[in-house]
């Protein structure tokens, strides 16, 4: 039985090995970790740039974003494009002090080049008597290395919008929250 499970999964993701026939594209052959499938979802133009940082938190049937103008990539599934509209997710944290999520948005976000920024905008819920703190994903660039490093930024405890450094990545945006008004929980979403 455990062997089938195996072999199941092993089948249902195509990984990055390249065939005499096929060559790899670049940003497959500089991101081991992803699934050749995710790769082949993105648009082209990042399929062939090398110095992408794609996360293995992207999924093929995600929405994608393009980050200098905040709009969908064409050529999704109309399903796809609509959810692209509304990037987000909602936020709950129990009113014990620690931090809830990560809350991943439903859309991958394309950074696009190495200066790329990300801006979260946060919200309580109108219904909620908790207020929280927030943290958001961003990645660093380390130049020694030419890599980029995942950080989770302090966003402060109000209703807003923070920026985030992100580059040349393609992830999925995520908050964390914290009620400060414990025992009292919170509620509220964030929209990118």
């Known amino acids: 039985m455990l062997l089938l499970a195996l072999s199941t999964a092993a089948l249902s993701t195509r990984s990055a090995v390249a065939s005499p026939s096929e060559p790899l594209p670049p940003a497959a052959k500089s991101n081991p970790q992803v699934s050749l499938d995710v790769v082949e979802s993105l648009p082209k133009s990042v399929q062939d740039d090398p110095t992408v940082y794609i996360d293995p938190s992207v999924q093929p049937d995600m929405p994608q974003v393009y980050a200098d103008t905040l709009k969908p990539v064409p050529g999704q599934d109309p399903d796809a494009m609509a959810a692209a509209a509304t990037c987000g997710s909602n936020v709950a944290a129990a009113g014990t002090g620690a931090w809830f999520g990560p809350f991943q948005s439903n859309c991958a976000f394309i950074g696009g080049s190495q200066n790329s920024k990300l801006t979260y905008t946060k919200f309580t819920d109108p219904n909620s008597y908790g207020r929280a703190c927030w943290q958001g994903r961003g990645y660093d660039w380390l130049s020694p290395s030419n890599t980029y490093r995942e950080y989770w930024a302090g966003?402060?405890?109000?209703?807003?919008?923070?920026?985030?450094?992100?580059?040349?990545?393609?992830?999925?945006?995520?908050?964390?929250?914290?009620?400060?008004?414990?025992?009292?929980?919170?509620?509220?979403?964030?929209r990118h």
């Open 155 to 190: 966003m402060g405890c109000s209703d807003g919008s923070y920026t985030v450094d992100w580059g040349n990545v393609i992830s999925v945006p995520a908050v964390k929250a914290r009620s400060i008004t414990a025992p009292v929980g919170f509620a509220g979403a964030f």
